[in-house]
């Protein structure tokens, strides 16, 4: 039997982007109640992605990477006035998104382990 270890988080490097949003933020950006307070919230993060504020409607996507094998996760319909603020003010989220990454890239080195597996053969010396 062979026997493989698994990345522990420490060995692996994360990285962390704001990328674009493809989703409307028209009705997407606040629930209120208050269809006036919803506009208005609407519209500035319209106005700050005129402005060219990627962070005024994004994702943030997190990227686990450890010998070759990469795991992903991402959150999406942020909304922040910079991306540096955004950042901090979503740390919490961050750092859960840095475990789902994580468990995102053990799964991929274990079923890359489990396809090697299935495909050796062993005789009998």
């Not at 674009?20 to 992605?49: I, K």
């Not at 859960?96 to 495909?119: K, T």
Request: proline share 3%.
């Amino acid at each position: 039997m062979v026997k493989i270890k698994l990345p522990e988080q420490t060995d692996v490097e994360f990285s962390t982007r704001i990328v674009p949003d493809d989703m409307e933020p028209r009705g997407n950006v606040m629930a209120s109640g208050d269809e006036a307070a919803d506009r208005l919230a609407e519209d500035e993060v319209f106005r700050q992605l005129h402005s060219g504020n990627v962070a005024a409607w994004c994702g943030i996507v997190v990227h686990a990477e450890w010998r070759g094998f990469k795991g992903v996760a991402s959150i999406w319909n942020c909304s922040g006035e910079t991306e540096e603020a955004l950042l901090s003010s979503c740390s919490d989220y961050v750092e859960a998104l840095q475990s789902e990454a994580f468990d995102d890239l053990c799964r991929a080195v274990s079923s890359s382990i489990a396809n090697v597996a299935d495909r050796l053969t062993c005789e009998e010396p």
